[in-house]
């Protein structure tokens, strides 16, 4: 799609005439308010506030600073609202642009939060955009004209935050029609509010004068002067449309009709004026009130004219009338009327124009929108001609282009909110719209069997076309294939997403790159990850010679597929490639406000971080976490709260080792995560982060109400799908493990039994690896140490292979003891090595207590340390005393040191006595 060029058209001030009265009471006043919070000018239309704020900040340009002012003036920049303007992110979208007018990079952060796939609270927004606006190299005026227009309670409230906590450097002015509701009643009493109201505006009579000795090429004489200036009020529209009416007219015979209000007054006025014009320029004028700018191309459309030089003479001639026409850019190529213009032209038009060539007009400007990209505007224009056919033709035809090239999220929410709901109910094109909304995130949750009534809605339409009924079921197919596979069903969602991954078309690359994730997911799921691998792989190939930003999302789907195979290494390697994609594409276009591009940014990250944890690097798991941190509502929520509670844990660990109070760093984190998920309104987050306090308790030794707070975990119905920092059913384990009691202990143990059950049904080797630590160290518990110690055999394999380390030890002492054991009974490895090192630095020196117990009671023996009992091992397997050196990475010497201990703690004198009376005692298993 083309990008808008009313962009530049908002964010032009309006010139002002080479005859412009000079005010300079309402310059100082203006001048003053700088000094203030507030610069707010409100009165009805047609006062001339536009005029004046324009003629102001053009005698600062010109003059430099003002009599009243001591420094130099500050830079102008101007936003025109619409009525496009109350969704917020609309709104900020042309708040940065205008500013940026003064400064190319102001507000980068604020920019970025607009392609959030969520856009964040109205107070966070404010809170990041003051803090730009506080580093602008420069003084700024910043006007917001036409703010009656404004009726979203978020703009409102943005607004609000940017007045109370004003940017040292910013100067905010407002014109309007009726006061703001921005608290002005606070704002006179703190006297931060400067004001210029109708009185204020009002012509003298001898600026009244000046006005039209400007005008007239005849006098008006100071009786004609002074009744016409009372008649008026002063007030400026009317005598610039006395001044049109006098150049063909007497000025007595015009003085003498001249009566009425103001409502009478300007209907009179114009139809004065538009009698003086020829029917070609009155024609001109009712055709093109119908939209609120145009252009020569434009109004050529609407004037049924096919030349482009007529319709430009026709703007040149307005503007030589000086006939309420405003130029919207430095080259005059946009214009639009005085608003009061406008509305008596529009009056006029739908009264004098039957409703079928006011359709027609409509049906023209929505056509010429539709054809430079401006779609928005294109479907108001063909909804407002009654079309409700081309305006779903044109939302469907551009849905997808749009999901390809722009933040889904408040572009599908505003096009959808133009239409009725029963629109939307009667149409399978919106429907299937709102549909991707929810499975997106950006909606609420649509049930599988709605896409069931959509599908039959389909197929009962006779009268679609047969490629159009094969887009919708193309969609609907990937749809269904997304959530069948979030349902559990890897298996049946495998075959829905092959059938819509056949029904996709190539140039729906968005929808086509979900089904791919998604369906090398479920191959994974079921056990066939290599064909997921595969699958991701090939279409890698040709999103990264197309440079396309889908090529993100499909590194992080071959990330993810890693990490479920626990390979932390090529989790490291796809994410990173993730991450190097995004860097490199910094600078392209194309690459710019897309959603899923900073979403799957933050995923990379978010896995980089849970490798680095995982092996206990805590400080590069840190940096990829802060990184996620500083994403917050640019990527996925899941991701930004589990990178808050590995920073917990990092500060958790970090605050243990060097004895720090790390514990309000720690609970800031995770109250920071659960405030984030409360406020997006995501319940299921919300309950993991009511787990991850309860885990956190857990590592402060809080068992109060425990086995209560097991019972609150939300397990999760398919938790052999999840991943990540906290998964509540892990939680769950540890909590009935804490409790340390037979009936607590059992239910730990049947419930490990469950989850890894649904591990292994998904293939999760990561989960497997997870659950299986924690069975081990609930059977140490029930005292079934040999079965545990066969569970470590099985699963300490599997996580050496991707030198998983934290996972056990978070688990604690107990888990070290086991260990200990099992090095005892099983002998050790360079892995297993590695992870007692870790222990022992983490902890100190750990011993198993039922060992040491039975050593110091039955037989007296000091009980051996982890590394004699390293040695012990070793001689047990008859290796030489330089074998164990080596095996050790020790010296023999050590060695030596080491033997001579352990003979000395079990009574004998050579290693042959020793390894008998070890399993005579039971430090080492019997033969």
């Known amino acids: 799609m083309l990008s808008s060029p009313l962009l530049t058209t908002k964010l032009y001030r309006p010139p002002i005439d080479s005859n412009w009265i000079e005010r300079p009471a309402l310059f100082a006043r203006l001048d003053n308010g700088l000094t203030r919070k507030l610069t707010l000018l409100s009165a009805p239309p047609g006062f001339g506030k536009s005029t004046l704020m324009s003629q102001w900040l053009a005698c600062l340009d010109l003059n430099g600073a003002s009599a009243s002012l001591q420094s130099s003036p500050p830079t102008s920049c101007w936003l025109s609202l619409d009525e496009g303007d109350n969704q917020l992110a609309h709104f900020l979208r042309y708040l940065i642009a205008a500013v940026r007018r ?112 400007q005008r007239l090429a005849q006098s008006v004489d100071d009786e004609a002067l002074k009744l016409l200036h009372g008649r008026t009020e002063g007030w400026i529209t009317a005598l610039q449309l006395s001044s049109i009416a006098l150049q063909r007219q007497d000025p007595q015979q015009f003085l003498a009709s001249f009566r009425g209000n103001n409502q009478m007054l300007v209907g009179y006025l114009i139809e004065e004026v538009m009698a003086q014009l020829d029917a070609p320029l009155r024609d001109f004028l009712l055709r093109t009130a119908i939209v609120d700018r145009f252009c020569a191309s434009l109004a050529a459309a609407l004037w ?58 409509h049906k023209a400007a929505s056509t010429w929108y539709a054809e430079r990209g401006l779609i928005e505007d294109a479907l108001r224009h063909a909804l407002a001609a009654g079309d409700e056919t081309a305006a779903v033709e044109l939302f469907i035809t551009q849905f997808h282009p749009m999901l390809d090239q722009k933040p889904p999220g408040p572009t599908l929410a505003r096009w959808l909110g133009l239409f009725a709901e029963e629109t939307i ?145 090529d989790v490291a390697y796809w994410a990173q490639q993730a991450v190097s994609a995004v860097d490199e594409a910094a600078n392209l276009t194309d690459w710019q406000e897309i959603g899923y591009v900073d979403m799957w940014y933050g995923w990379a990250h978010y896995l980089l971080g849970i490798v680095q944890y995982e092996q206990n690097d805590l400080a590069a798991a840190a940096r990829h976490w802060q990184r996620v941190e500083n994403l917050r509502y640019r990527t996925n929520p899941a991701t930004y709260q589990g990178s808050l509670f590995g920073l917990a844990l990092i500060a958790l660990v970090n605050g243990a080792s060097t004895e720090a109070a790390s514990d309000v760093q720690v609970m800031a984190y995770a109250q920071t995560a659960h405030e984030f998920v409360a406020e997006i309104r995501r319940p299921d987050l919300v309950a993991i982060s009511a787990s991850f306090e309860v885990r956190l308790a857990l590592r402060r030794g809080d068992t109060q109400d425990l086995y209560q707070r097991t019972q609150e975990i939300n397990a999760g119905r398919e938790q052999g799908m999840m991943f990540g920092v906290e998964l509540p059913f892990l939680t769950r384990l540890c909590a009935l493990l804490a409790i340390d009691e037979p009936d607590a202990l059992m239910e730990a143990l049947t419930f490990s039994e469950t989850c890894l059950c649904q591990a292994k049904r998904f293939h999760n080797i990561v989960q497997t690896i997870q659950i299986s630590a924690l069975q081990a160290l609930i059977l140490y518990g029930l005292r079934r140490t040999e079965e545990a110690c066969n569970v470590l055999a099985q699963v300490l394999p599997q996580a050496s292979t991707g030198n998983f380390m934290r996972t056990f030890l978070d688990l604690g002492v107990p888990l070290a003891k086991l260990l200990h054991e099992f ?62 050196a080596n095996t050790l990475v020790i010296s023999v010497g050590t060695v030596k040191n080491h033997t001579h201990n352990i003979y000395s703690k079990l009574g004998v004198r050579n290693g042959r006595q020793a390894v008998s009376k070890a399993r005579t005692v039971g430090i080492l298993p019997p033969m």
């Not at 309670?153 to 029609?177: A, D, N």
């Not at 190529?333 to 005085?338: L, M, P």
């Not at 599908?455 to 006779?462: H, K, L, P, R």
């Not at 007692?836 to 011993?847: D, I, K, P, R």
């Open 425 to 569: 109910q009667a149409h399978p094109e919106l429907l299937v719209a709102q549909c991707w909304m929810s499975a997106l995130g950006l909606g609420p949750q649509v049930q599988m069997a709605r896409l069931a009534d959509i599908e039959t809605q389909i197929q009962s339409d006779y009268v679609l076309p047969a490629a159009r009924r094969h887009a919708l079921l193309a969609d609907l197919a990937a749809l269904r294939g997304v959530w069948t596979y979030w349902s559990g069903d890897s298996h049946q969602a495998i075959e829905v997403l092959q059938s819509a991954l056949a029904q996709q078309a190539p140039t729906h690359v968005f929808t086509r790159t979900q089904v791919l994730v998604h369906l090398a997911f479920a191959y994974s799921c079921s056990g066939k990850a290599d064909v997921g691998n595969a699958l991701l792989r090939t279409a890698l190939k040709e999103e990264k010679a197309q440079q396309r930003p889908t090529r993100i999302v499909l590194l992080g789907g071959l990330a993810i597929l890693r990490l479920y195979r626990g390979e932390l290494a």
């Open 304 to 361: 049924a004219e096919p030349m482009l030089t007529h319709s430009q003479a026709m703007i040149d001639q307005l503007q030589a009338y000086n006939l309420f026409i405003i130029p919207l850019d430095e080259h005059g190529e946009w214009v639009r009327y005085h608003d009061l213009f406008r509305d008596f032209l529009y009056h006029q038009l739908t009264h004098t124009e039957s409703p079928e060539n006011l359709a027609a007009l």
């Open 823 to 884: 090095a005892v009974q099983h002998g050790g490895s360079d892995y297993l090595n590695s992870l007692l090192a870790a222990f022992t630095q983490e902890y100190g020196s750990v011993q198993p207590d039922g060992l040491a117990a039975q050593h110091a009671q039955r037989y007296g023996i000091t009980p051996l340390t982890p590394r004699e009992l390293e040695v012990l091992v070793l001689v047990n397997q008859r290796l030489t005393q330089a074998e164990i």
């Open 102 to 213: 003064c400064e190319p990079t102001a507000c980068p952060t604020t920019q970025s939060l607009l392609a959030a796939a969520q856009l964040p609270s109205v107070d966070y927004l404010a809170d990041v955009m003051v803090s730009e606006l506080s580093m602008l190299t420069a003084e700024i005026i910043l006007v917001l004209d036409d703010y009656h227009i404004i009726h979203s309670g978020e703009v409102h409230q943005l607004i609000r935050h940017l007045i109370q906590y004003k940017p040292q450097g910013v100067h905010l002015v407002i014109l309007s029609r009726t006061d703001p509701p921005l608290h002005l009643a606070r704002l006179r009493i703190a006297q931060q509010l400067s004001e210029l109201r109708a009185a204020d505006l009002r012509f003298t009579i001898a600026e009244a004068r000046q006005f039209m000795q």
